[in-house]
């Protein structure tokens, strides 16, 4: 009450002209045009309702007047909820929170809510006001966003978060039981020339066809996820032993290797199988996991079409593997690698707003390696540490030069593995080659894929401090792995990168356009930047634009050039 006391004093003392009656008559006007309002006496009784509150609820002041708020209970929460709600206020407290409350109508509403009691002399409430916004958009946006977490969006399965988690848990169930189960791994062979050849909607079909016949045989009584690209996996319940699992993956094939009708043409698809048992071959979940990928390895390696069980003893590395390993370790020692960089540009105006340096390999013997072949080697083998340390090294030698030259101030992205945020010196690491290379922190971004973020505060901590230093941090990637609306608020990162996958279509496809209005919606909400991946054509750039996306990147403005190439295209916008 003196809180409330003070206010009108200090408007009195601003503006003398108007009576303390004016004033709150001024505030409650302008609570009423701004927000739903209810009255009720201690009883819960409504005595009070605006016209915001009608028009949501459906109901009219006369229906809603004498009653309590039990007439736009959904359902939705426990009793238990409610119970608190009242042994807050009734302890004079003022109560927040979200309540889903339904309409005259049935449907379904979200209101952001605070419940402020009025006190009398001896300090107890008499009524209640509640004070309300409609937050049913983001609620929404949550729902689309969470199921963007956990569901492979072309073909419905879980996606590898997911996965891994039902896989998880299946095996406690089998440990219980005492009973064997089969991971399998499956790999569409040579999905990447369908691609290339017919384009990607017909890769696009032929995985969303596989992913409803392996439904179709594998029915309800498994788990199935879509890892990758072309990658799925499956387990088998109540496994005899590596015999029966085999002769069980191999129906599963013989079923799904049937001809798909694409284009009037028929496409027989490959497939590669690998398996590994529980617990025979590994008792815990993830080294199981491991296990099935060296043996599809190894049936990819004789050419694919095949079945492999894993085998103990199994030579982790082929040949090829260990060649390519080699080379790398060398290259990265020798610095035989260089950097691309693809512009970032400004949706609105097509003004140059950032770069992304792309590291490029192209040796002497074995010719041009793409990132995603030596990549995922480098990770495993930590050649990644040395590496990304070269990347960030040349990515700020060229900022600088950038920076020298005069041109308009815009951030360098570079890509960090989560193994690399895990070395102990990565922060001095950092600190060190800025140092070095003497660029300022307001030119240099630091991409990191959304698994860096998952489930690790640890990791979160060293994102803060990265950022602490003047660098900003993007998402790469979005939309393909762990968000969640309520992480989404407390992510440590300034940009989130919309991955190409949902930009590809989006001129085709509703629910990609509906995808990304919900990612724009709720980044807004919590103040980050949004960036789309992978823009090709003039009418995506429009459609991200109308959306509400500010930025974009991809072949359309420029694909990965170098240095040069890259100085030309800012050259133009001079």
């Known amino acids: 009450m003196q809180e409330n006391n003070k206010m009108i004093k200090d408007l009195i003392r601003h503006d003398g002209s108007h009576s303390p009656e004016k004033m709150l008559r001024d505030i409650a006007y302008a609570l009423d045009q701004s927000a739903i309002v209810a009255i009720t006496d201690r009883t819960g009784k409504i005595v009070y309702v605006n016209e915001l509150f009608t028009k949501i609820a459906q109901y009219s002041v006369e229906e809603l007047v004498g009653v309590d708020h039990r007439i736009i209970n959904s359902g939705f929460h426990p009793s238990s909820f409610f119970k608190e709600i009242w042994a807050t206020i009734g302890r004079g407290n003022t109560w927040h929170g979200e309540i889903c409350n339904k309409a005259k109508d049935g449907s379904f509403y979200w209101v952001d809510t605070t419940i402020v009691p009025f006190l009398n002399d001896n300090g107890k409430p008499y009524q209640y006001i509640s004070i309300r916004y409609d937050i049913t958009k983001n609620k929404e946006s949550e729902r689309m966003i969470r199921d963007l977490a956990y569901n492979d969006q072309l073909t419905s399965l879980p996606n590898r978060t997911s996965f891994r988690k039902m896989f998880y848990q299946e095996i406690e169930v089998a440990k219980k039981q005492g009973t064997n189960r089969a991971f399998v791994y499956m790999n569409v062979d040579r999905l990447r020339y369908v691609n290339d050849s017919l384009g990607h909607e017909v890769g696009d079909y032929i995985l969303s066809v596989i992913a409803k016949r392996l439904k179709t045989i594998l029915k309800d009584k498994t788990i199935i996820g879509r890892l990758s690209g072309d990658e799925f996996a499956f387990i088998l319940l109540e496994i005899l032993d590596t015999k029966h699992a085999e002769e069980l993956t191999k129906e599963v094939q013989k079923y799904i290797e049937e001809p798909i009708e694409v284009k009037d043409q028929m496409h027989t698809p490959s497939l590669s199988f690998g398996i590994a048992l529980y617990p025979e071959h590994a008792k815990k979940p993830a080294e199981l996991a491991m296990k099935a990928e060296k043996a599809l390895s190894i049936a990819r390696a004789h050419g694919g079409g095949g079945c492999e069980m894993y085998q103990h003893g199994t030579a982790s590395k082929t040949l090829d593997r260990i060649l390519l390993e080699n080379e790398l370790r060398k290259s990265v020692h020798l610095g035989h690698l260089h950097l691309d960089y693809q512009p970032k540009v400004n949706l609105k105006t097509g003004q140059l707003v950032g770069v992304e340096a792309l590291v490029r390999w ?102 803060r401090e990265i950022r602490a230093l003047g660098i900003t941090v993007s998402i790469d990637d979005f939309g393909t792995g762990y968000s969640t609306f309520s992480y989404i608020k407390e992510l440590p990162a300034d940009t989130i990168k919309i991955d190409m996958s949902f930009v ?13 209005k919900a990612i724009v919606t709720l980044a807004d909400t919590v103040g980050l930047n949004v960036i789309a991946e992978g823009v090709e054509y003039e009418e995506q750039a429009v459609i991200l634009m109308n959306l509400g996306c500010r930025e974009g990147q991809g072949y359309y403005y420029s694909k990965p050039t170098s240095p040069d190439a890259c100085e030309q295209f800012m050259r133009k916008q001079l």
């Open 362 to 463: 192209n040796h002497p013997d074995l010719g041009r390696i793409p990132p995603d072949k030596f990549i995922p080697v480098a990770e495993e083998t930590k050649i990644i540490i040395p590496l990304g340390e070269w990347v960030l090294r040349e990515a700020c030698r060229q900022a600088k030069k950038w920076q020298a030259s005069g041109y308009s101030p815009f951030r360098v992205a570079v890509n960090m593995s989560a193994i690399q945020l895990e070395e102990p010196t990565i922060l001095h690491t950092i600190k060190t080659i800025l140092d070095e290379t003497g660029v300022t922190t307001d030119f240099i971004e630091i991409e990191l894929t959304e698994s860096a973020f998952a489930d690790r505060e640890d990791m979160q901590d060293i994102i």
């Open 504 to 516: 590809r279509d989006i001129h085709l496809n509703e629910d990609s356009r509906a995808i990304v």
